[in-house]
T-cell receptor, first 115, second 111 residues
Framework: EAGVTQFPSHSVIEKGQTVTLRCDPI?????LYWYRRVMGKEIKFLLH????????ESGMPNNRFLAERTGGTYSTLKVQPAELEDSGVYFC?????????????FGEGSRLTVL | GQNIDQPTEMTATEGAIVQINCTYQ??????LFWYQQHAGEAPTFLSY????GLEEKGRFSSFLSRSKGYSYLLLKELQMKDSASYLC????????????FGTGTRLTVIP
């Protein structure tokens, strides 16, 4: 079974440009999460989808960030326009609709560098 | 707010036992997780505690005391491959299943 996959693994852009990160969760997982780790800090929650609906987006930093999950399958996270402080590693995680322990399955992350 | 503390770095010898502590102060509690993350890889699930006590799984054990806001991860018979970051995370008590992470403890196992 394929795990959570993220693309790209690394993106380098200039301030003011746009970047779109993609996450493919484990097949059949209703829950999809985005997290971010800024250098030297802890991994922080951004938002949570249940199927195609945003369950909680309280962690989104500002309106330059837009997340979508078309058809309840893969998700995209767009940053427009990117700022220097957006640099970090963006993790996606998924979990089944009926959690047992509530374990989240993480992808390897997309590293974003804004110059 | 949520505050989760763990040591930044630890070093231990191959074959030894190491204990990584985690203290938390959160507005609620709905379970504590430990994840392992090797550099450049995805965090992977190690353990889950929701009730007080010790959960053992092979060489790894995790302990929880809810009254003290305290957990530890115990690694026995350390191997070189155990060199990684260990992340303590508390689950959002509102039921949304989100996790609040500590900054992680980078463990280096030396020969």
């Amino acid at each position: 079974e394929a795990g959570v996959t993220q693309f790209p693994s690394h993106s380098v852009i200039e301030k003011g440009q746009t970047v779109t990160l993609r996450c493919d969760p484990i097949s059949g997982h209703d829950n999809l999460y985005w997290y971010r780790r800024v250098m030297g800090k802890e991994i922080k929650f951004l938002l949570h989808f249940v199927k195609e609906s945003k369950q909680d987006e309280s962690g989104m930093p500002n309106n330059r960030f837009l997340a979508e999950r078309t058809g309840g399958t893969y998700s995209t996270l767009k940053v427009q326009p990117a700022e220097l402080e957006d640099s970090g590693v963006y993790f996606c995680a998924s979990s089944p609709g009926t959690p047992n322990t509530g374990e989240l399955f993480f992808g390897e992350g997309s590293r974003l560098t804004v110059l | 707010g949520q505050n989760i503390d763990q040591p930044t770095e630890m070093t231990a010898t191959e074959g030894a036992i190491v204990q990584i502590n985690c203290t938390y102060q959160t507005s609620g509690f709905n379970g504590l997780f430990w994840y392992q993350q090797h550099a450049g890889e995805a965090p992977t699930f190690l353990s889950y505690n929701v009730l007080d006590g010790l959960e053992e799984k092979g060489r790894f054990s995790s302990f929880l005391s809810r009254s003290k806001g305290y957990s530890y991860l115990l690694l026995k018979e350390l191997q070189m491959k155990d060199s990684a970051s260990y992340l303590c995370a508390v689950r959002d008590p509102t039921g949304a299943n989100n996790l609040f992470f500590g900054t992680g403890t980078r463990l280096t196992v030396i020969p």
